[in-house]
Protein backbone atom coordinates (compact mmCIF):
# COMPACT_ATOMS: atom_id res chain seq x y z
CA UNK A 1 0.00 0.00 0.00
CA UNK A 2 1.27 3.24 -1.06
CA UNK A 3 1.89 6.29 1.60
CA UNK A 4 0.73 9.57 0.83
CA UNK A 5 0.64 12.65 2.99
CA UNK A 6 -1.67 15.26 1.73
CA UNK A 7 -1.14 18.70 3.25
CA UNK A 8 -3.66 21.81 2.91
CA UNK A 9 -4.50 25.11 4.66
CA UNK A 10 -7.92 24.49 3.77
CA UNK A 11 -8.88 21.49 5.72
CA UNK A 12 -12.10 20.90 3.83
CA UNK A 13 -9.61 20.15 0.50
CA UNK A 14 -7.05 18.44 2.32
CA UNK A 15 -9.57 16.46 4.37
CA UNK A 16 -11.60 15.20 0.95
CA UNK A 17 -7.91 14.25 -1.17
CA UNK A 18 -7.54 11.90 1.91
CA UNK A 19 -11.02 10.21 1.36
CA UNK A 20 -10.37 9.98 -2.12
CA UNK A 21 -6.98 8.32 -1.68
CA UNK A 22 -7.89 5.69 1.27
CA UNK A 23 -11.32 5.00 -1.16
CA UNK A 24 -8.98 4.03 -4.07
CA UNK A 25 -6.52 1.98 -1.43
CA UNK A 26 -3.47 4.09 -0.50
CA UNK A 27 -2.66 4.94 2.95
CA UNK A 28 -2.91 8.66 3.23
CA UNK A 29 -2.68 10.81 6.07
CA UNK A 30 -3.45 14.55 5.74
CA UNK A 31 -1.83 17.42 7.85
CA UNK A 32 -2.81 21.28 7.47
CA UNK A 33 0.61 23.16 7.72
CA UNK A 34 3.80 22.25 5.82
CA UNK A 35 5.54 22.37 9.88
CA UNK A 36 3.16 19.46 10.41
CA UNK A 37 4.01 17.74 6.78
CA UNK A 38 7.17 17.67 7.94
CA UNK A 39 6.91 16.31 11.43
CA UNK A 40 4.57 14.20 10.02
CA UNK A 41 6.44 12.74 7.32
CA UNK A 42 9.61 11.94 9.60
CA UNK A 43 7.68 9.37 11.06
CA UNK A 44 5.58 8.03 8.26
CA UNK A 45 8.10 8.51 5.46
CA UNK A 46 5.41 9.09 2.49
CA UNK A 47 6.21 7.52 -0.78
CA UNK A 48 4.56 10.88 -2.51
CA UNK A 49 4.80 14.41 -0.99
CA UNK A 50 0.74 16.03 -2.06
CA UNK A 51 1.32 19.39 -1.20
CA UNK A 52 -0.82 22.87 -1.76
CA UNK A 53 1.60 26.40 -2.27
CA UNK A 54 0.01 29.00 -0.64
CA UNK A 55 -0.24 28.54 2.81
CA UNK A 56 0.14 30.66 5.90
CA UNK A 57 3.50 30.68 7.76
CA UNK A 58 5.33 28.37 5.44
CA UNK A 59 4.98 27.58 1.30
CA UNK A 60 4.75 24.71 -0.37
CA UNK A 61 7.77 25.49 -1.89
CA UNK A 62 9.72 25.66 1.37
CA UNK A 63 8.16 22.74 2.09
CA UNK A 64 9.72 20.90 -1.02
CA UNK A 65 12.65 21.93 -0.50
CA UNK A 66 12.33 20.42 3.52
CA UNK A 67 11.82 16.99 1.67
CA UNK A 68 14.06 17.83 -1.03
CA UNK A 69 16.78 17.98 2.38
CA UNK A 70 15.24 15.22 4.63
CA UNK A 71 13.51 13.33 2.11
CA UNK A 72 14.82 13.29 -1.23
CA UNK A 73 13.22 9.70 -2.39
CA UNK A 74 9.55 10.71 -1.84
CA UNK A 75 7.90 12.23 -5.34
CA UNK A 76 6.16 15.23 -4.96
CA UNK A 77 3.07 16.21 -6.93
CA UNK A 78 1.81 19.69 -6.19
CA UNK A 79 -1.51 21.34 -6.38
CA UNK A 80 -2.51 24.91 -6.62
CA UNK A 81 -5.17 27.26 -7.17
CA UNK A 82 -2.91 29.86 -8.65
CA UNK A 83 -1.22 29.49 -12.22
CA UNK A 84 0.72 32.33 -11.47
CA UNK A 85 2.45 30.08 -8.61
CA UNK A 86 3.52 27.62 -11.49
CA UNK A 87 6.94 29.46 -12.49
CA UNK A 88 8.15 29.82 -8.74
CA UNK A 89 7.28 26.06 -8.43
CA UNK A 90 9.14 25.23 -11.70
CA UNK A 91 12.45 26.98 -10.23
CA UNK A 92 12.15 24.82 -6.88
CA UNK A 93 11.67 21.39 -8.95
CA UNK A 94 15.32 21.52 -10.52
CA UNK A 95 16.38 21.00 -6.94
CA UNK A 96 14.37 17.44 -6.31
CA UNK A 97 16.08 14.25 -7.47
CA UNK A 98 12.83 12.95 -8.58
CA UNK A 99 10.33 14.87 -11.10
CA UNK A 100 7.87 17.26 -9.83
CA UNK A 101 4.95 17.14 -10.78
CA UNK A 102 1.98 20.17 -10.95
CA UNK A 103 -1.69 20.11 -11.26
CA UNK A 104 -4.08 22.97 -11.06
CA UNK A 105 -7.32 23.39 -8.78
CA UNK A 106 -10.15 22.20 -9.23
CA UNK A 107 -8.98 18.64 -10.64
CA UNK A 108 -10.80 16.09 -10.95
CA UNK A 109 -10.08 13.22 -8.83
CA UNK A 110 -9.82 10.93 -11.68
CA UNK A 111 -6.80 13.07 -12.96
CA UNK A 112 -5.20 12.81 -9.62
CA UNK A 113 -4.76 9.35 -9.23
CA UNK A 114 -4.13 8.91 -12.07
CA UNK A 115 -0.73 11.26 -11.74
CA UNK A 116 -0.09 9.62 -8.09
CA UNK A 117 -0.18 6.18 -9.68
CA UNK A 118 2.00 6.90 -12.55
CA UNK A 119 4.30 9.14 -10.31
CA UNK A 120 3.81 6.08 -7.75
CA UNK A 121 4.77 3.55 -10.53
CA UNK A 122 8.27 5.10 -11.41
CA UNK A 123 9.53 4.36 -7.75
Given at each position: MHRV???DDESLIADTLGL???KHGFEAKVVYTADDALQCARS???ELLLCDINMPVRS????????SRELPDCRVLVLTGYPSNLTRV???M???RHPVRVLTKPCAPAEL???AGQ?????
Open positions: LIVIFRFAPGLELMGDFREQVKHLREMLARA
